[in-house]
């Protein structure tokens, strides 16, 4: 599913850049359980929360988009 990419990626970026949920959800503007939805691949991030988290997390929003495996 496209959607658990998305979430698989912003969650490996998150850790490595040493951000809680909590942490990231709270500088980007969202609630943690917007952020977890988005993590666990139930809901798909809006352009605006994705240009939020590649800015907080100092990546290019490419970066972000899912590899076809």
């Known amino acids: 599913m496209e959607t658990?990419?998305?979430g698989r990626r912003i969650r490996a970026f998150r850790k490595l850049k040493g951000y809680t949920q909590e942490g990231l959800a709270k500088t980007i503007g969202i609630s943690v359980s917007?952020?977890?939805e988005i993590e666990r691949g139930?809901?798909?991030p809006s352009?605006?929360?994705l240009k939020n988290i590649a800015a907080c997390l100092q990546i290019k929003v490419e970066e972000l988009i899912p590899i076809d495996e």
């Open 34 to 36: 917007v952020l977890g």
């Open 42 to 44: 139930s809901r798909i």
């Open 4 to 6: 658990d990419k998305w």
């Open 47 to 49: 352009e605006p929360i």
